[in-house]
């Protein structure tokens, strides 16, 4: 949405400047029309989090802990170290982590294990065959396939493989909150053939199929780490693609000659809109009280990204644009919450930026001079993946509510700079 907005007072200010021209130590107040842009700079990402495993011998152990909202899924892989090419994971969708009630799957998730064909390396009798850890004279010296990723049993190679319940077994706990805990286990040494599962990956995301896809070929590293345990390439291919990503919602812009219009840093805010924009991305409530102080010149809410119609959330590579009209004196502040997370939102300090500087109209990037603010409304959870947030909450203001002061966010939780998740412009005419 572009939004002028007609400051009566700073014009009449002007033109009365201007009638009194033969007062030679009378200088006019400056004005201006100013645009700013706000953008979401993020880089998109498919997944939401990923890592990498260790090897594990014959009665040995392994666990690594994630966060993860409703919605999502995990995905690994892990060789079957007597094999050519064969690995152990889920599904190429992945395990869904919450079952339709919403509830955390947890218990032992071994019958949801499948013993995959990379379609990389031709099958030799699983611990017998020359090109097969550890009696290969190298890495990749088997002959090669050519082929698709496929379900072992759909191979029919000819070879009897144990039953995955008798080399892995995968054990997922829900530790609180979004939290999960995953337990490998390698039960080999319990049977005829022992074998180490090797280094190997795992990512969560909430669609698609990060590590592999059925029927297509393998790539991105999984011929390296299905055919000899080199889970590095595969590793990197996932971290580049994993992170927290998250729109920016609609917000308000204020104009005032004193004061502090949207929130006071350090003070308690209650009844004044701001914690319906932090938790919820809901502007006008805060919008209608701003309208109500003396102090205040001018506002609005932008909400409509550019190039397109009605209001929405910018996501990475999508802008706000709002005008408006300024006089020296006047300061300009805006609120939009950071959609993935449970009461924050971007401003610049609780009164603002000067739009002039000794008559000069304030342009430029200032995205430097923004912050990430806690409400104080809401008790924060895992950013981006705590159930109340959006779009995983079952409804606005869900969350375990908390009656704090705004701050900048200090939670303990780990969240991009300001400077790599959006950035102000101003322009003047």
């Not at 019958?111 to 890495?139: C, F, H, K, Y």
């Amino acid at each position: 949405m572009k939004k002028i907005v007609s400051l009566v007072a700073a014009s009449t200010l002007f033109f009365t400047a201007c009638d009194l021209d033969d007062d030679k130590d009378f200088d006019p107040i400056p004005t201006g029309e100013f645009t700013v842009r706000v953008e979401n700079i993020q880089a998109g990402k498919s997944f939401f989090n990923s890592g990498t495993t260790d090897a594990v011998g014959p009665g040995g152990t392994l666990s690594f802990s994630f966060n993860a909202g409703k919605g999502a899924y995990l995905s690994l892989a892990t060789m079957f170290v007597q094999s050519n090419d064969l690995f152990y994971g889920f599904e190429d969708t992945g395990l869904a982590l919450y079952d339709a009630n919403g509830d955390p799957v947890t218990g032992d998730v071994t019958s949801e294990i499948m013993l995959w064909d990379a379609g990389t390396e031709v099958n030799q009798e699983p611990g017998v065959g020359t090109d097969q850890a550890p009696r290969q004279a190298g890495a990749n010296t088997g002959a090669a396939e050519n082929g698709t990723v496929k379900l072992v049993a759909d191979v029919m190679d000819g070879y009897t493989y144990p039953a995955n319940s008798e080399v892995i077994q995968v054990e997922l706990a829900h530790d609180g909150g979004s939290e999960f805990t995953v337990t490998i286990n390698n039960v080999s040494d319990m049977y005829a053939l022992q074998s180490p599962i090797a280094p190997g990956v795992w990512a969560v995301h909430n669609s698609g199929m990060p590590i592999f896809t059925k029927d297509q070929a393998a790539a991105n590293g999984l011929e390296g780490l299905a055919e000899d345990g080199a889970n590095a390439d595969t590793g990197m291919f996932l971290a580049d693609n994993s992170g927290y990503v998250s729109p920016f919602a609609p917000g308000v812009f204020v104009l005032s000659g004193a004061g502090y219009p949207l929130f006071q840093d350090g003070m308690i805010q209650a009844g004044n809109g701001l914690e319906k924009l932090a938790e919820d991305g809901g502007p006008g409530d805060l919008d209608t009280y701003v309208a109500s102080l003396p102090t205040v010149l001018g506002h609005g809410i932008f909400s409509e990204p550019v190039g397109q119609s009605g209001g929405a959330p910018i996501f990475p590579g999508d802008a706000y644009e709002f005008t408006f009209v300024a006089a020296e004196g006047d300061y300009l502040n805006l609120a939009s919450m950071l959609i993935q997370s449970n009461d924050l939102f971007v401003a610049f300090d609780d009164m603002g930026i000067a739009l002039f500087n000794n008559g000069v109209a304030v342009t430029g990037d200032v995205t430097s001079q923004l912050k990430l603010w806690d409400a104080g409304t809401e008790v924060n959870e895992y950013p981006g993946a705590g159930n109340n947030q959006a779009p995983r909450q079952a409804g606005p203001n869900t969350g375990d509510t908390e009656a704090e002061k705004v701050m900048e966010v200090n939670d303990g939780f780990t969240y991009p700079a300001v400077n790599e998740l959006i950035r102000v412009t101003i322009s003047a005419n």
